[in-house]
């Protein structure tokens, strides 16, 4: 091969690399804008200070890990503040007090030790179920409009041919261009704070801190480190509680959204082409343009067709559950990711941490028995 020919060959790896990246960066736009339109729309928070924390928490993870880690809103909080249960004054409350947590476990190498110690058949039944809870979402986003659903889902399943292609990213700016923008609702007041303000920070706490120890740190590492193996020493679970608190406590005060790393937007990022740090730059340039857009970046969003977000997130759902250690399991082990799965899509993380712990005891009890009873059998 002659050096020309090399040299177009590593010109054409940069730039099917670099065309990775910026796809990839876009990737997690599923499980990223419903939660960013609504409370939006809902006028709870501003635009610019909620799109500069994201900016923040997206140069962090580029300068931290050099990897596509997901930087999500926190999906409790999240649905507590679109309800109506949190205003932005309890969502301040709440996720500096989940930040300042986050740090304090991650000051102490007990963290690492304790989620090391749940077994991997369990992991791999949180990741199924979460899974299906992002599938679930997905279908309802997509029923709404098939014909706009199945295109979408059709390019970006071209993603199995071309990994690293700009899937996502013509899908989004192609329902951008092609799809008749309906009319997003008027931004609305921002309400004022909770009558009753700790009653709901503390519930507020305490259904988002168990989910983002699982999914955003224990959930996270694990599949981190089987989608980069090579770096997997950069991605411990106190590294990233310790990155998860520091933007919580610094960036929520401030009028930011509470933030964490879901392992469901990792997948995402990596399902779309993200492998290095260009991804995470992207986002972060993309959260600062949208800040200085101010109110204007609501209309571009909600332009959005709910059926084209949804098929993002349905490839998300797709690479949680559909995972090489779900296949190659042992017959043994598959019970207990199913037991983990079912209770963690029907009751959430920490039920499904229970019930998988509580399952992978039986099995290894089982295991036990027949292996004594083998053993006194061969005297």
Not at 136 to 161: E, F, H, K, Y
Not at 256 to 261: K, Q, T, V
Not at 331 to 350: E, N, S
Request: glycine content about 10%; some cysteine.
């Amino acid at each position: 091969m002659s050096h020309g020919t090399t040299r177009a060959a590593s010109v054409a790896d940069r730039a099917r690399s670099l065309t990775g990246e910026i796809s990839g960066a876009f990737g997690d736009l599923g499980t990223f804008l419903p939660y960013v339109i609504a409370v939006l729309v809902a006028g709870v928070f501003a635009p610019t200070p909620l799109f500069l924390g994201f900016a923040a928490g997206y140069l962090l993870v580029a300068l931290v890990y050099r990897l596509p880690i997901a930087v999500q809103p926190m999906k409790a909080l999240g649905a507590m503040i679109v309800a109506g249960a949190l205003s932005a004054e309890g969502a301040a409350w709440a996720g500096a007090i989940i930040g300042a947590t986050l740090l304090i476990l991650a000051a102490t190498p007990r963290l690492d030790r304790a989620a090391r110690s749940i077994p991997q058949s369990v992991v791999t039944g949180l990741q199924a179920g979460l899974g299906l809870v992002l599938g679930v979402v997905a279908l309802n986003m997509m029923r709404s409009d098939w014909t706009l659903a199945l295109p979408a889902a059709a390019i970006l399943g071209l993603s199995l041919v071309w990994r690293r292609g700009p899937w996502a990213l013509l899908v989004v700016f192609g329902a951008l261009l092609l799809v008749p923008a309906s009319q997003p609702p008027d931004l609305a007041v921002a309400g004022s704070a909770d009558a009753a303000l700790v009653p709901a920070v503390l519930s507020g706490i305490m259904s988002q801190l168990p989910l983002t120890l699982l999914n955003a740190v224990v959930v996270a590492a694990a599949l981190a480190r089987s989608l980069f193996p090579q770096d997997a020493r950069r991605v411990s679970e106190r590294r990233l509680a310790a990155t998860s608190g520091f933007i919580n406590l610094a960036l929520v005060p401030l009028g930011a959204m509470p933030m964490c790393h879901g392992a469901g937007g990792i997948a995402a990022h990596h399902r779309f082409g993200a492998r290095g740090s260009v991804a995470p730059l992207v986002m972060a340039l993309f959260c600062v343009a949208a800040a200085a857009a101010g109110p204007g970046i609501v209309k571009v969003l909600a332009a959005i067709p709910l059926p084209v977000v949804g098929a993002l997130l349905a490839h998300a759902a797709a690479d949680l559950l559909l995972t090489r250690r779900m296949f190659d399991a042992r017959p043994d082990c598959r019970p207990v990711i199913g037991a983990t799965m079912i209770a963690t899509y029907f009751l959430g993380a920490l039920f499904g941490l229970v019930a998988g712990l509580a399952a992978e005891s039986l099995r290894a009890h089982i295991v036990r028995k027949r292996h004594s009873a083998s053993s006194g059998a061969g005297r």
